[in-house]
């Protein structure tokens, strides 16, 4: 059971891996459109659709940004159909992703079908066998035939009507949530945390998704709550390797100049070496630490303008910056201070090395003097 669930994770992360540069590159685009448009006064490119001039080029470059935004949902079951089952089950995987776009099954609906096309592509592979001329037939014509025509009855027929309506009411209950200051600053510790729980890891990829996925449909701002709690625990041991040096081995101090880069282009993963010196002090104090930082740089009125750029950079995309800003920094001298009070990340096996070859060298010298 365990190596299925490992198995099913693997091809999950595998699938969202190949995502990862399609969100943030589109992300990136729209961001660059929507500040030329700023730089006139427009807030809204879809006006200058039919016009000509300046404008009517960035409008035409924000349609770049969100085609590539896009293809979240078929790049996502794809390659989770990939993983599983290599190139056969690719054909299957891209016509599932894309139903799920068109049935509004959205994110969920691509694993789904990812995950199917990829099963059903390797049950093809070693239970349909034909022998002499016929044998070339079954990868091109009754593979790709019994695939995605099966994966498209899947999701047309049978889930893309529930999905659709469990997305369209999960999007609703979110953009409800982000209506009140109260409900947004609960959403933000909620997805925060989940982003620092395992730096990475399915829970952290799921909050991602979930924040990322809604840009499709014009929601931002899960998207920045999500952002700033990713810079948070890399930035903090970061930080936590120059406030208090003496507590930290060799190779992690060196660890600590890659965590802080990591921190402001916003790579969670970044906080890794450091958590796995003591994962049950430091998890917990991950998850307040990202919780916390999310939270404040939206109760302190960090909006949503345009689809959110990661990073600490980012705060040029969201609208009072300086609290974004400020949300992160406050996560991250949580972790910075509560690290180098919970944990000594000193290598006791190299720390007890060095004591024994001193008093090696000690007696040596003893012997010497003696002579």
């Known amino acids: 059971m365990k190596n299925k669930v490992h198995e099913f994770k693997n091809h999950l992360m595998s699938g969202i891996s190949y995502v990862l540069p399609v969100i943030i590159s589109g992300s990136l685009v729209v961001a660059v459109a929507k500040i030329v ?65 068109s049935t509004n099954a959205g994110f969920l609906g ?16 070693n239970n349909i066998k034909l022998e002499g001329s016929f044998a070339s037939a079954v990868p091109l014509i009754i593979l790709p035939l019994i695939t995605v025509g099966a994966t498209g009855i899947l999701m047309a ?26 409900n947004n600053v609960v ?36 998207a920045i709550m999500v952002n700033a709690a990713i810079c948070v625990p890399p930035l903090g041991y970061g930080l936590a390797t120059l406030i208090k040096k003496n507590n930290f081995s060799n190779e992690l101090k060196e660890s600590g100049k890659g965590s802080l880069i990591m921190g402001i ?50 705060f040029f995309s969201v609208g009072s910056g300086w609290a974004y800003v400020i949300g992160i920094l406050v ?22 090395s060095q004591a024994e070859t001193v008093a090696t060298e000690d007696d040596i010298e003893l012997d010497f003097d003696t002579l």
């Open 110 to 125: 691509a694993v789904l079908a990812g995950f199917f096309a990829g099963w059903l592509t390797n049950w093809v592979k």
């Open 37 to 101: 448009g700023f730089l006139f006064g427009e807030t809204d490119l879809n006006a200058f659709a039919d016009s000509s001039g300046i404008l009517y080029y960035a409008y035409l470059f924000e349609q770049v940004g969100w085609t590539a935004i896009g293809l979240l949902n078929i790049v996502l079951g794809a390659y989770i159909a990939h993983s599983i089952s290599g190139k056969p089950g690719l054909a299957a995987g891209l016509v599932g992703g894309a139903l799920a776009s």
């Open 265 to 314: 282009i916003g790579i969670t993963e970044g906080a890794i070496p450091f958590t796995l010196k003591s994962p049950l002090k430091l998890i917990p104090l991950n998850v307040v630490a990202g919780a916390a930082g999310s939270a404040t740089a939206i109760l302190l009125g960090a909006h949503d303008v345009m689809p959110p750029v990661g990073g600490v950079y980012g």
């Open 157 to 182: 027929l049978i889930l893309g009507q529930p999905l659709g309506w469990l997305n369209t009411s999960l999007l609703e209950w979110i953009t409800d949530m982000t209506q009140g200051s109260t």
């Open 331 to 352: 996560g991250a001298f949580i972790i910075a201070f509560g690290a180098n009070t919970l944990v000594n990340f000193n290598d006791e096996k190299q720390t007890a």
């Open 187 to 222: 959403l933000a510790a909620i997805l925060g945390g989940m982003i620092a729980f395992d730096m990475g890891g399915p829970v952290n990829k799921a909050a991602w998704m979930a924040g990322n996925a809604l840009l499709i449909s014009g929601v931002y701002l899960p």
